[in-house]
């Protein structure tokens, strides 16, 4: 697993060389070329999702903290960052960001004697974080990423399921990349069969 981000992390930071002279050195002669078009495109549209999901990040992340703080919710600036970072991971992000949210939003209350703010702070939070949750699973998410990866929001949403089945965790963050090489390979040598022809056509050389 970290073999195959550090791959991922040589092809974004453009010091491909090393990553390149090494899989085209026991690539054979016949597929150079197309082995140097995988490795371009790759490139692109993953330099294009880890930006996309960095916004998406920021996007969410500023949501949380800014409506945590007009709520009058404590700790809003470490609950945006947390939401912000957690959204890396899917789904399952969301549920640990509410958590601690509302450990946050109860200790301060907590701390200042106000125990009767405790329920009203725990609702806040919760359909606050919810709504934001909402808004960026349906509007920012499928608009990023299907712009990105040049996938369908319900493929996207397939890949992350069995990613999850899978690998847990790990595999809901890794599936979209992996799948997106998957879908990169499959272009340059399967696109003669009709299902990765459809599979693969919105993916630009």
Known sequence: MLAGWLIIFLVIQGDERILKESILTITPSTYEHSMQDILHTSKKM???????????????????????????????????????????????????????????????????????????????????????????????QPFIFSNSVKAHPLEIFIVTLMGATIGGIVGMIVALPVYTIFRIVAKEFLSRFKFFKKLTEKIDK
């Open 46 to 140: 993953l330099s294009k999702y880890f930006t996309g999901l960095f916004v998406d990040m920021l996007i969410v992340g500023t949501l949380a903290g800014s409506l945590m703080w007009i709520m009058g919710i404590d700790n809003a600036l470490i609950i945006g960052f947390t939401a912000g970072i957690l959204n890396v991971v899917p789904y399952i992000g969301s549920v640990i960001t509410m958590i601690v949210a509302v450990f946050l939003g109860v200790s301060g209350c907590i701390a200042h004697g106000d125990y009767v703010l405790i329920m009203g702070t725990i609702t806040k939070i919760f359909f606050g974080l919810l709504s934001i949750n909402l808004i960026d699973g349906f509007i920012f």
